[in-house]
């Protein structure tokens, strides 16, 4: 998967780049959720790995799937990604992009584990501290991990915080056996 990534990189910070300076980054976040859609589907796949399909073709039909969405720089996208045989890591290069976008505004996704059902009131309350804290705007989705035994997760990017019952006995744990 790191690998993906590190293929995937160039392309979305290069489209980023082309993006903000074009003031189209919502434009290009919708034609690369499409593109990583196509990229998800086996039929596009084999379309694209089928040696009879020249990268032209394959170019034209992804150009005829995104319809108006394929202004000149999609279409020149799209011929450096099917050039280098990089198709498969559209849905990459798509979340990628995402996570370029969010950063730019300020935003940053947040996943919270809750050993508990969390409710309106204490969500609020969490995202706020976080925003407080990391000086970004929270955007936060929830799962209960009854694994965890008490307390919560939180997990932005590379940064997590673990805040569990679970997550403590294990660092006692590992701290009891060195």
């Not at 790995?49 to 799937?65: I, W």
């Not at 309106?120 to 925003?131: R, S, V, W």
Request: proline residues 2%; glycine residues 4%.
């Amino acid at each position: 998967m790191a690998e993906l990534i590190t293929v995937a990189r160039p392309y979305a910070e290069a489209v980023f780049r082309l993006a903000k300076e074009s003031n189209t980054l919502a434009l290009w976040s919708d034609t690369l959720a499409n593109l990583a859609l196509i990229a998800g589907n086996k039929d596009a796949l084999d379309v694209v790995a089928n040696p009879k399909c020249s990268a032209t073709q394959v170019q034209e039909l992804l150009v005829g799937l995104l319809g108006t969405d394929a202004s000149a720089e999609v279409k020149n996208f799209l011929a450096t990604v099917i050039e280098n045989r990089r198709f498969t890591t559209l849905p990459a290069v798509a979340t990628l992009f995402e996570e370029l976008k969010a950063a730019d505004e300020g935003v940053a996704q947040a996943h919270i584990e809750s050993a508990f059902a969390v409710t309106d009131a204490q969500l609020a309350e969490l995202t706020a501290t976080l925003n407080q804290q990391l000086k970004r705007k929270i955007t936060a989705d929830v799962s209960v991990n009854p694994d965890l035994i008490g307390g919560i997760k939180v997990t932005i990017g590379d940064l997590v915080i673990d805040a569990s019952v679970r997550g403590k006995l294990t660092a006692l744990a590992t701290s009891l056996k060195s």
